[in-house]
């Protein structure tokens, strides 16, 4: 049985705190869950696993997961030191029309406004950390703005090609996709068609591992 949605932001941050400490395995079973092997390596698994618990109901949704309360719910596996393992994906980077992309109006804005980070300890015993909320302060929205705003400009004049998961410096692009078959259109310079693998946006390790640190006083570097 799927859990109903949080009424309110009181209500979400007593789900999240309850799950402090919780170990995977239990709340799997807890929630009648059947995922196949190993919690740790299947991370889409993981993060359902949590969604279910909290009442996540966006779904594949480009919105927070969260509609009614605006927080998008994020996953970040660490290791036993708290040290945060990879990148942590944002949403998907529109590549045929980047062009019309702007940051005011981006899935990526809207999911970085409020989001309730949720660690995930990778051990013997896999478990979930201590979950906590996280608003970008206006200097950290400017760094994550001009981050996407290179990224974006980069495809909208063609040259998408040249992205590398280097450009940014706490959002970058890398491929999303299931496997190296999968395409997407995008445009070269000449605006000639390309069929190239997806691309999504992801928050650098090294930025959440300062989030863990201090999240209201990170900064660009």
Do not use: N
């Amino acid at each position: 049985m799927l859990r109903p949605p949080p009424a309110d932001l009181a209500e979400l941050e007593q789900r999240a705190a309850a799950l402090a400490d919780c170990l995977l395995g239990e709340l799997q079973s807890k929630l009648a869950a059947k995922p196949q092997g190993p919690m740790v390596q299947r991370k889409g698994k993981v993060g359902q696993l949590i969604e279910r618990a909290l009442g996540a109901s966006a779904g594949s949704l480009s919105i927070p997961d969260f509609p009614a309360l605006g927080v998008e719910l994020k996953t970040l596996p660490v290791d036993t030191q708290g040290r945060p393992m990879e990148s942590t994906f944002v949403c998907t980077l529109s590549l045929a029309d980047a062009d019309m992309l702007e940051w005011r109006d981006s899935p990526v804005r809207a999911k970085l406004a409020h989001v309730l980070w949720v660690p995930i300890v990778v051990a013997e015993a896999p478990r979930v950390g201590r979950p906590f909320f996280w608003k970008p302060t206006a200097e950290q929205q400017d760094v994550l703005r001009a981050d996407f705003e290179e990224i974006v400009g980069m495809v909208a004049i063609g040259k998408v090609e040249d992205l590398t998961a280097h450009i940014g410096r706490w959002l970058q692009a890398r491929p999303k996709a299931a496997h190296s078959g999968v395409r997407t259109r995008a445009y070269g310079g000449d605006d000639e068609p390309l069929s190239i693998l997806p691309r999504g946006f992801y928050l650098r390790a090294r930025f959440t591992r300062e989030l863990l640190r201090d999240r209201e006083t990170l900064v660009g570097d």
